[in-house]
């Protein structure tokens, strides 16, 4: 079936490094994403967003990137801080949220 | 501020038992969902409903049902609770696909099936 997936489990990144987070999706008739963080304990919450008839989008610190030729996500936080520690998931939506396995991004101080 | 409520942070079930979880959105969103969290498998989809009375299965179906009498409220009902439905259960909503499409989600609930 389709399915979203995250390419590392883990991603290990120094403080005030930059740091990339990505995805690959596999249906390609899906036109919007979104990049979720989630806190321990608590409830993913939205990021940014992007759609297909686009390929790059910036929010505050954090670009999302699409490349729809090869199916690719990716999330690039920039001078990462503690407080970006927690798991990231992207999503692909059509009707539904499909959401990868999600990636940890932990933060040496 | 945009709001999900699940009513259970932490849940303790035995084997058998049937289980509700209980969902409420103050959107006024169309769309509800039900995901299960588990390590190694991200959020899976169990239900979600596009309206009142409305619902269809996501990947996981099996051993869930759902019920929404209102819009603003989704159950998630386990019929007869066994262990491994021992997750993290999480609710989102979202409106009908348009400008601005992204689910949101409520708090979680651990729940524990012994």
């Known amino acids: 079936g389709e399915s979203v997936g995250l390419h590392l489990p883990t991603l290990s990144v120094q403080e005030g490094d930059n740091s990339i987070i990505n995805c690959a999706y596999s249906?390609?008739?899906?036109?919007?994403f979104i990049w979720y963080k989630q806190e321990s304990g608590k409830g993913p919450q939205f990021i940014i967003d992007?759609?297909?008839?686009?390929d790059k989008r910036q929010g505050q610190r954090v670009t999302v990137l699409l490349n729809k030729t090869v199916k690719h996500l990716s999330l690039q936080i920039a001078a990462t801080q503690p407080g970006d520690s927690a798991v990231y998931f992207c999503?692909?939506?059509?009707?539904?949220?499909?959401f990868g396995q999600g990636t940890t991004l932990q933060v040496k101080p | 501020d945009v709001k999900v409520t699940q009513s259970s942070r932490y849940l303790v079930k035995r084997t058998g038992e049937k289980v509700f979880l209980e969902c409420v959105q103050d959107m006024d969103h169309e769309n509800m969902f039900w995901y299960r969290q588990d390590p190694g498998l991200g959020l899976r989809l169990i239900y979600f409903?596009?309206?009142?009375?409305?619902?269809e299965k996501g990947d996981i179906p099996e051993g869930y049902s759902v019920s929404r009498e209102k819009k603003e409220r989704f159950s998630l009902i386990l019929e007869s609770a066994s262990t491994n439905q021992t997750s993290m259960y999480l609710c989102?909503?979202?409106?009908?696909?348009?400008?601005?499409?992204?689910?949101?989600f409520g708090q979680g609930t651990r729940l524990t099936v012994v």
């Open positions: 409903s596009y309206d009142v009375k409305m619902k």
């Open positions: 989102a909503s979202s409106p009908m696909d348009g400008v601005n499409t992204e689910a949101f």
């Open positions: 999503a692909e939506r059509e009707g539904k949220l499909i």
């Open positions: 992007i759609r297909s008839n686009m």
């Open positions: 249906n390609s008739a899906s036109d919007y």
